[in-house]
């Protein structure tokens, strides 16, 4: 499966974005759908994750309360929508997709990946 992520760009301490993953499989609800995110210097970790249907999410402590991950399968994308986005949100963000729920908070168990996409935090 292709995944294409968008939607990243600038904002200031406080404010929100929203990135969106567009799958090019038409079984899209095949695939659970996970972001991750890598700041400089970092390694990529985890963010969220869904599950294939059912609704069914999981959170970085980190960023619980701030950020909701979701998808429709009909349009074949997910998207993450980050609010109280803080500086040490900054980082690329990155969706995924894997078939099994086992691991899905594990970078090393996804085999699809999208390019990234840029979210700075300005203070």
């Known amino acids: 499966v292709q995944l294409q992520a968008s939607g990243g760009g600038l904002v200031q301490a406080g404010g929100s974005l929203r990135l969106s993953c567009a799958a090019s499989?038409?079984?899209?609800?095949?695939?659970?759908m996970g972001w991750f995110r890598q700041a400089p210097g970092k390694e990529r970790e985890f963010v969220a994750v869904?599950?294939?249907?059912?609704?069914?999410?999981d959170y970085a402590d980190s960023v619980k309360g701030r950020f909701t991950i979701s998808r429709d399968n009909a349009k074949n994308t997910a998207y993450l929508q980050m609010n109280s986005l803080k500086p040490e949100d900054t980082a690329v963000y990155y969706c995924?997709?894997?078939?099994?729920?086992?691991?899905?908070?594990?970078?090393?168990?996804?085999?699809?990946w999208g390019q990234g996409t840029l979210v700075t935090v300005s203070s």
């Open positions: 499989e038409p079984t899209f609800s095949n695939y659970n």
């Open positions: 869904i599950r294939r249907v059912g609704g069914i999410t």
């Open positions: 995924a997709a894997r078939a099994s729920w086992s691991r899905v908070t594990t970078v090393g168990e996804y085999g699809y």
